[in-house]
């Protein structure tokens, strides 16, 4: 289908237009006038590169970034970064700081995105950063601006000790204190970018926090989830949604899959915050379609591609095209052949280091997935996988940083059904001694106490409604670990369900939970979409959760055990 405005136009005549009318108005009026002057076949307009969906960075640490954006046809990406000061103006001097990378082609096979691996950058540090795209013929394109802080030095702690931002080697002392938001959930139910009611404005909301960085925990987009023009709310209220072609049915050809991220990038919310704050993404089921587990053969009649496997493939090459993360096969593992001759992506779990204060830990609980089952197996089915697993416990137990977040895709101890008897996560509605996949998430909880691991915080999404759970064994069926908290946000601009019902295995107790309405719930008002947002300073980690209109429903302060 050809999708139209609200006023009944083509967008795909709008765009013509547009860049129509832009093309002609960078011809000289010479040109113009007397076009026979000019020989035969000679091009008298070249079309500017532009950057439709705007530009992002992810995956910062110290003394890193990932550089992101799409063209709008093929050509080399570049990136300027100027360090600058916090009013935005450009350091001079000892903390001056400016550098021009040039990036890889963006070309048709990856969708004209590109990505730029920054690295041997001063710590602590704020950047400008611009982007742009040379054609072909040497032509330079639209610039998008943008910016991001690097993280504290590791040898920066509470205000003391080195770090960059006022030159290499500067002994003046800067601050290890540092903010982030987190939630899932972007585009779901079928409530896409309404414009009547300013799009997206969850993530308005998170970027008015002014966070150093963004924790996306899953369902960046729902593949699985077709748009329409309008829905009608339970109130009877009309939704008005913006509709492209790629979005009226469920994701199949690599082609739609891409348009899924085409699309949420049209809303000028999510725009404007990935230009500022960088992105750490997870993925989850909604980026190829519902609960989908490896192997799995899809009963579903709306999909003609019936292959989970083959659908998680195209879903997982335009999520890693669109999303901020390194590609580098110097970090990470490139895709391989496994022992039973079966190609195994490159791993995308992994660890970001954010200074003294703060790792990050994100997993993939979705690539290693046994299928789902009931769950309650008397021997251990896998929800990481063995090597994730190794590499969660040594990293984390090797770990200096005083908080350790680990960023999963789905929460532990909340049962979230697949149909009548089969789960989806990793609960299985017995209290008692761990089964099937619990056994793996035993294994790391055990291994973190024998490894006297301290101030482990588990974050998710997932399940559509906002919650703090403290987890103990003196409330346990399971009782080999130390007491944690884990913390569920989201959505963010999905439906609101919940609260799901609790499984005892590792002893969790609902601090607090909030939902929405009724099921499903839009995100009109706001009310009932989430987001949660952390405050690190002074060895103090402070959690609180927030409505989409950035309102706090619930905040608790952690302070670190020794």
Request: overall charge negative; glycine content about 10%.
């Amino acid at each position: 289908m050809t999708p139209t405005t609200r006023d009944g136009v083509s967008r795909r005549a709008i765009v013509k237009g547009s860049v129509l009318a832009a093309a002609l108005a960078s011809v000289p009026a010479a040109a113009t006038a007397a076009p026979a002057r000019f020989p035969a076949g000679v091009a008298l307009v070249r079309n500017r590169l532009t950057l439709p969906s705007g530009i992002a960075t992810g995956d910062v640490t110290s003394n890193s970034a990932v550089l992101w954006s799409r063209s709008s046809g093929a050509g080399q990406m570049t990136a300027i970064l100027r360090a600058i000061d916090d009013g935005g103006e450009i350091l001079r001097g000892l903390g001056a700081f400016e550098r021009t990378l040039r990036g890889p082609r963006a070309t048709q096979a990856s969708d004209f995105t590109a990505k730029i691996h920054a690295d041997k950058l001063p710590s602590n540090t704020r950047f400008a950063l611009e982007i742009s795209f040379e054609d072909d013929g040497g032509g330079v394109g639209e610039t998008v601006q943008g910016s991001f802080r690097t993280a504290p030095d590791a040898g920066t702690y509470n205000g003391k000790g080195r770090a960059g931002g006022k030159g290499k080697g500067s002994e003046a002392p800067t601050s290890s204190a540092q903010s982030f938001v987190w939630t899932g959930d972007t585009a779901g139910q079928g409530w896409g970018i309404n414009e009547e009611i300013g799009g997206m404005r969850g993530y308005q909301a998170m970027h008015q926090t002014r966070p150093d960085f963004f924790i996306h925990s899953g369902d960046t987009v729902y593949a699985d989830g077709p748009l329409a023009d309008t829905v009608v709310e339970q109130d009877g209220q009309v939704w008005k949604n913006l509709v492209t072609e790629e979005v009226s049915k469920v994701a199949e050809t690599l082609r739609e899959f891409r348009g899924r991220h085409r699309y949420n990038s049209m809303d000028a919310n999510m725009r404007a915050m990935f230009a500022d704050v960088p992105v750490i993404a997870n993925w989850d089921d909604h980026e190829t379609t519902n609960n989908w587990y490896p192997g799995e053969i899809l009963d579903d009649p709306r999909y003609t591609v019936r292959d989970v496997n083959t659908l998680a493939a195209r879903g997982r090459q335009a999520w890693q095209e669109n999303m901020p993360i390194t590609d580098s096969a110097a970090l990470w593992r490139p895709g391989r052949l496994d022992d039973a001759g079966q190609y195994q992506p490159a791993r995308i779990y992994r660890k970001i280091s954010r200074g003294p204060q703060l790792d990050v830990f994100c997993l993939d609980m979705r690539t290693f997935k046994s299928p789902n089952t009931d769950g309650k197996e008397p021997y251990a089915t896998t929800i990481l996988g063995q090597e994730q697993v190794d590499w969660l416990i040594r990293e984390v137990t090797r770990s200096k940083a005083t908080w350790k977040v680990i960023a999963a895709d789905l929460p532990l101890g909340i049962i979230v059904p697949d149909g009548a008897v089969n789960q989806e996560s990793l609960a299985n509605r017995d209290p008692g001694a761990p089964l099937g996949k619990e056994l793996e998430i035993a294994g790391v909880l055990s291994a973190f106490k024998r490894n006297r691991v301290k101030n482990v915080v588990w974050l998710t999404a997932d399940v559509h409604y906002c919650a703090a759970h403290h987890y103990s064994p003196e409330r346990a069926g399971f009782k080999d670990f130390d007491p944690f908290w884990e913390f569920v946000a989201g959505p963010i601009a999905a439906g609101s369900f919940g609260p799901n019902a609790m499984d005892g295995t590792f002893g969790p107790e609902v601090v607090f939970s909030k939902a929405g309405r009724f099921p499903g719930e839009s995100p009109r008002n706001g009310e009932n979409q989430f987001f949660g947002h952390v405050q690190l300073e002074d060895d103090t980690f402070t959690v609180s959760l927030r409505d989409a209109n950035g309102t706090t429903v619930f905040s608790k302060v952690l302070t670190p055990a020794r």
